[in-house]
Nanobody, 124 residues
Framework: QVQLVESGGGSVQAGGSLRLSCTRS?????MGWFRQAPGKEREGVAR????????DYADSVKGRFTISRDNAENTLYLQMNSLKPEDTAMYYC????????????????????WGQGIQVTVSS
């Protein structure tokens, strides 16, 4: 059983930065960040393999967001720079213990474990 707890959300003006953290318990093969804006479907933001550190990003955040992990601290991060109002959403940490499904990481069905979510609000 994997437990995930997010922290670090909040409100920021457009162009600003925030860093989200997700503390995990238990083994994970891959971890990721998703977000869900009001009235929209949950979408994949970024993915990282816990062991190798290999990453992948949604086109909408490439060059602005960076996903990383600190295995010694069992913590996943999402550094968000140059934030835009359209980045406003509830952000969720996700994890899975399987090596399968990595290519479809952007689909919510590819992930077994989820955090409770944390709000990020970007004002113009």
């Amino acid at each position: 059983q994997v437990q995930l707890v997010e922290s670090g959300g909040g409100s920021v003006q457009a162009g600003g930065s925030l860093r989200l953290s997700c503390t995990r318990s238990g083994y994970t093969y891959r971890m990721g960040w998703f977000r869900q804006a009001p009235g929209k479907e949950r979408e994949g933001v970024a993915r990282i393999y816990t062991g190798s550190g290999s990453t992948d990003y949604a086109d909408s955040v490439k060059g602005r967001f960076t996903i990383s992990r600190d295995n010694a601290e069992n913590t996943l991060y999402l550094q968000m720079n140059s934030l835009k109002p359209e980045d406003t959403a509830m952000y969720y940490c996700a994890a899975d213990t399987s090596s399968l499904g990595g290519r479809s990481w952007f689909k919510i069905v590819s992930w077994k474990y989820w955090g409770q979510g944390i709000q990020v609000t970007v004002s113009s």
